[in-house]
């Protein structure tokens, strides 16, 4: 296992390196635009190289795009999901995405990909298991399922939820079939030092309809200054292998050690720890041995609150250097039965031993 995920880490670090190359990376373009955007030649570049590393026509990665949330949301407005009948699979996306976008759905099934095909016009795809108590799909599940509804629905458009799995594996969902891929730069893409931000990734007819839903229809990608925005984009695609690959290694390492955890088969789909706690009491104590083992707000203990998108109070541990970025040292959880917290072991393998000790002392 870890000799793949260095071959994998090795693999992706390539990619990233030519791509950058390719695009012929200058200082001057990390310095961003201010206004309306005009002529901004950095920004093209850094769409350029992300169109490259997912081997996809076109992409669209900008700051004023908030989230993994918010990018979802783009992407189901510039579908028209009003007059389409949508598949989600291999289950409903998760509480925060689906509450943001069930008001534009029309017609939605769940398909459970042991069935048979069904007839749809979108098929959507989730890639990491989020925060639910299932693994996601792996590169190879991912490619089975597109190619199972593509035999049904020739026609139809395919939107994978890439949160959470980018760079995972040495392929990304855009280079086994899928038409439009997202996600957030305050997870892998971002390599712990992007600000903020999001992208999308695929047929550039259809990243060009996000635009245009981001945007509107006359202006599209042309303008949208970036500000200091470009300069930690650059380097969070740059370092993104690499600390994804410690990532997945801190993973490895915990799930070995934890005895309450949902066990995964390998390769992961995502680089998320499922964890079970036995009441609140328990659950809140990790989130707080959690919180307390990071750099930044260690003497915070976190507590449970109301948050838009969740129908339940919800507890969150972040201990990086950009708010609410978890792909370093994070968990999330609601706080009900049966207490369920999603650990992001974080980018530093080194602590997890210790780590564990403490979470496994609650149980």
Known sequence: ?????????????????????????????????????????????????????????????????????????????????????????????????????????????????????????????????????????????????????????????????????????????????????????????????????????????????????????ALAKEQGATGNFLKGAFQGLFLAPIMVYNALLSKQLMLERLNNTLKERFPFSDIIVRTRWDDEEHMLAAAHIIQSTGPVNSHVTPTPFEMGGYADPIVMAWTGFIQGESLSLSADGTVKPPYELFIQPGVNPFIIEGLSAELKSLL
């Open 1 to 217: 296992m870890f000799n793949q995920l260095w071959k994998t880490a090795e693999s992706n670090s390539v990619k990233v390196l030519k791509a950058l190359k390719e695009v012929r990376l200058a200082e001057s373009d990390l310095w961003g635009s201010t206004g309306y955007g005009l002529d901004d030649f950095g920004r093209e570049k850094l769409e350029k190289a992300y169109a490259y590393c997912f081997g996809a026509e076109a992409s669209l990665v900008r700051p004023n795009i908030s989230s993994g949330t918010h990018v979802a949301y783009l992407v189901a407005m510039s579908l028209d999901l009003a007059k389409k009948k949508v598949a989600f699979s291999p289950c409903e996306p998760y509480d925060s995405v689906f509450e943001n976008i069930k008001h534009l759905l029309w017609k939605w099934v769940v398909w459970d990909l042991n069935d048979e095909p069904i007839n749809a016009d979108v098929l959507w795809l989730q890639r990491s298991g989020g925060y639910r108590w299932h693994e996601g799909l792996n590169i190879d599940e991912l490619r089975k399922a597109i190619d199972l509804f593509r035999s049904l629905n020739p026609d139809a458009v395919i939107v994978v939820d890439n949160c959470y799995g980018e760079f995972v594996e040495d392929l990304e969902p855009s280079q086994v079939g899928a038409d439009i891929v997202f996600g957030s730069l305050i997870k892998n893409l971002g390599g712990t030092v992007t600000p903020t931000g999001a992208y999308v990734a695929g047929k550039k007819e259809l990243v060009d309809k996000v635009s245009e839903v981001l945007f509107g229809p």
